[in-house]
C-alpha cells in the first residue's frame, strides 16, 4: 500500500510531534511513524521520569533548610511513594494519551519501524509513505555503551533502565561523571543507595568549574564515593548477582547494578541512509534551517546540534516553518536570528542540570567564550549574600557567573549554582538572545526581597 502526504516524519518523540504539528498549523498534511512509544524517550525514560526522581528528594531537603518546616518533617523519604510517582510521570510506560493528542491535530500515527528506501520515500509494515515536500528525521538517540570487557553481558543499566528501576539496589555504580550520572547518582544516593561513581573525566566537566566543586562537594555529603579520574576497564557479572567493575589500576569496584552514562548514539543505524548516499549510524549534519539535503530535514538529537528536548521543540517549530515557506515559495528568512535559522543553539542554549545544589546554565562558559575569541569580562558573585536567597534557606550556599562580550557590551554566558536556581535561568536566557544591552538592564529592576536581586548585585559589580 501507498499514502502520499506532504511530510513525512521519522520517530514520533517531542521532536517528531512538534514537525508534525507545526506542519499541519501550516496548512499542509503530515503523517508520523513510531515504532515505540509516541513521545520518546523524554517522556517515558528521561526528562520526566527522571525528575520525578529527584522532586521527592529535592522537597524534603527545602522544607528542612528553613527553621519551622524543619521540625515538621519527621520522616525520610517513602521510596514505594517516589517510585509511584515516577510510574505516574511516566505514564505507566502507556501512550495512549500522547497518540490521541496526534489524532486530535490531525496527524496520522504509523506504528512501526520506519526506513528510508529512496528520495521522499520511507517505508512502515507493509506501507510506502511519499512525502510531496519533505521527510523529517527526528529518530532521537540512544545511551552509548562504551567497548569495555565484559561490560556487554554483563546486564548493566543504561539511563532507561535506572529510569524505570523497580527498586533501589543498595549498591549502584554509575561509570560517567556527566549529566545523566550526576543526576542518577544523587536521587539513588536520596532514595538510599550506596553509589559510587566512576567519573573518568570529572562531574559536569563541561560546565564552569565551581558547578563541579559545589556538585562533588554535595554529592559526597550524601555519601556518594566521587571516584575522579577512575577508568573501568572491565565488568563482570558474578554468580551471587553482583558486578565487579575493574579499574585501570586493577582496583575492584563492587555494586549491586551498575548504570552507564557516558553519553549518546544517533538511531540511525538502520533507517536506510545508505539507499540515499548517507552512511547508517552516523548522527546527521544540518545547515541552519535543519535540512540535510533539498528533501531531508533532521531535528532533535540526531543532529547532534543541542541533545535537550526544549531545544529540539525550538527546531522543531523552525523545521515545521521552513518546510511550509518552503512549499509555499515564501521567503526564506536563514540570517542569524531570522525566523528560520536555528540560531539559539549556537548562542543561547538553557540547561538545567537537578542535582543538589541546581545548576542553571544558558551561553557560553568564561572558557568557551575566551576560546571563541570573545573579549570577555567574568562577573562572580555569591548567591548567600542576597537577601532572598538568605530567606529562601538557611545557610543557603550558591554561586553566579556572568560573561560579558566586552565590545558588544552583552550577556553571553550565564550560570547559576544553588538551591532553586533553575527558574532563574529564564532571565538569563531572554537578556542573552535579545542582547539587551547592560546600560539597559539597569532599568531591568528585581523586585525585593527574592533572589533574582543577584541581577543588580552583577551589575553593580561589573560597573565597580
Ligand atoms: C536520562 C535522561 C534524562 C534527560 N533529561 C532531560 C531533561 O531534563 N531536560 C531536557 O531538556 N532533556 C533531557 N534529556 C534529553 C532528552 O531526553 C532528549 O534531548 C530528547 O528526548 C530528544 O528528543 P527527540 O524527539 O529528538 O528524540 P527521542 O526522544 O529519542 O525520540 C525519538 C523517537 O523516535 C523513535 N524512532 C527512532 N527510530 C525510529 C524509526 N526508525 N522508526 C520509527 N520510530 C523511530 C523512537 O522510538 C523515539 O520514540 C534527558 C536524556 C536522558 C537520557
Ligand atoms: N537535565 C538535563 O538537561 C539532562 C539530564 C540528563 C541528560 N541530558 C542530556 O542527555 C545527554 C546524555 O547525557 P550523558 O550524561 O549520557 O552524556 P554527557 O555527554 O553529558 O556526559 C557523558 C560523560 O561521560 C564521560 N565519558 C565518556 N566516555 C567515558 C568512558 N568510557 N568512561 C567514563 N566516562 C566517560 C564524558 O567525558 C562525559 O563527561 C546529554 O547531552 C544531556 O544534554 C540532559
Excluded at 69 to 82: I, K, N, P, S
Excluded at 200 to 218: C, I, N
Excluded at 339 to 345: I, S
Excluded at 442 to 451: D, E, L, N, R, S
Aim: a negative charge; glycine letters at 10%.
Amino acid at each position: 500500500m501507498t499514502s502520499t502526504y506532504d511530510v513525512v516524519v521519522i520517530g514520533a518523540g517531542p521532536v517528531g510531534e512538534n514537525v508534525a504539528d507545526r506542519v499541519v498549523q501550516g496548512g499542509l498534511t503530515a503523517a508520523i511513524i513510531e515504532r515505540e512509544l509516541v513521545g520518546g524517550e523524554c517522556s517515558y525514560w528521561a526528562c520526566m521520569p527522571t525528575k520525578a526522581l529527584l522532586r521527592s528528594g529535592a522537597a524534603l531537603r527545602a522544607a528542612r533548610q528553613v527553621p519551622g518546616a524543619r521540625e515538621a518533617v519527621t520522616g525520610e523519604l517513602d521510596v514505594a511513594a517516589v517510585l509511584r510517582r515516577r510510574d505516574a510521570f511516566a505514564s505507566n510506560w502507556q501512550d495512549d494519551g500522547q497518540a490521541a493528542w496526534l489524532e486530535s491535530v490531525g496527524v496520522p500515527l504509523y506504528r512501526g519501524h520506519g526506513r528510508i528506501s529512496g528520495e521522499r520515500t520511507v517505508e512502515v509494515g507493509g506501507t510506502t509513505l511519499t512525502a510531496r515536500h519533505a521527510v523529517v528525521v527526528a529518530t532521537g538517540s540512544s545511551a552509548l555503551v562504551p567497548e569495555i570487557e565484559g561490560l556487554r553481558t554483563a546486564s548493566a543499566w543504561t539511563s532507561r533502565e535506572a529510569v524505570a528501576a523497580r527498586a533501589v539496589p543498595a549498591r549502584l555504580a554509575v561509570i560517567g561523571g556527566g549529566v545523566v550520572a550526576a543526576e542518577m547518582a544523587t536521587a539513588f544516593a536520596e532514595l538510599g543507595a550506596a553509589v559510587t561513581m566512576l567519573a573518568r573525566d570529572g562531574v559536569l566537566p563541561l560546565a564552569e568549574p565551581f558547578v563541579a566543586e559545589r556538585v562533588t562537594e554535595s554529592l559526597q555529603n550524601k555519601g556518594v564515593s566521587v571516584r575522579l579520574g577512575a577508568e573501568a576497564v572491565a565488568v563482570q557479572r558474578n554468580a551471587d548477582q553482583t558486578v565487579a567493575v575493574t579499574l585501570a589500576d586493577g582496583e575492584q569496584v563492587e555494586a549491586d547494578e551498575l548504570l552507564v552514562a557516558i553519553g549518546r548514539t544517533p538511531n540511525t543505524q538502520d533507517l536506510g541512509l545508505d539507499t540515499i548516499g548517507l552512511t547508517p549510524g552516523d548522527w546527521l549534519t544540518v545547515d541552519n534551517t535543519l535540512r540535510v539535503n533539498d528533501w531531508l530535514y533532521a531535528a532533535g538529537d540526531v543532529n547532534r546540534r543541542v541533545l535537550l528536548t526544549h531545544q529540539g521543540k525550538y527546531q522543531a517549530r523552525l523545521v515545521g516553518d521552513v518546510i511550509v515557506a518552503r512549499a509555499k515559495g515564501e521567503p526564506i528568512d536563514d540570517t542569524p536570528w531570522g525566523r528560520h535559522a536555528a540560531t539559539a543553539d549556537e548562542r543561547a542554549v538553557p540547561q538545567v542540570v537537578f542535582t543538589d545544589p541546581e545548576v542553571a546554565s544558558v551561553g557560553l562558559t568564561a572558557a568557551a567564550a575566551e576560546a571563541a575569541g570573545i573579549r570577555t569580562r567574568v562577573v562572580d558573585y555569591d548567591l548567600a549574600a542576597i537577601a532572598g536567597s538568605a530567606l529562601h534557606a538557611e545557610h543557603y550556599t550558591g554561586h553566579a557567573r556572568m560573561i560579558v562580550d566586552e565590545d558588544r557590551q552583552v550577556i553571553v554566558g550565564f550560570t547559576l549554582v544553588g538551591p532553586d536556581v533553575a527558574e532563574m535561568l529564564h532571565a538569563a536566557t531572554i537578556a542573552i538572545t535579545a542582547e539587551v544591552p547592560l546600560p539597559r538592564l539597569w532599568h531591568a529592576v528585581p523586585a525585593f526581597p527574592t533572589t533574582s536581586e543577584l541581577w543588580l548585585r552583577l551589575l553593580e559589580t561589573y560597573n565597580r
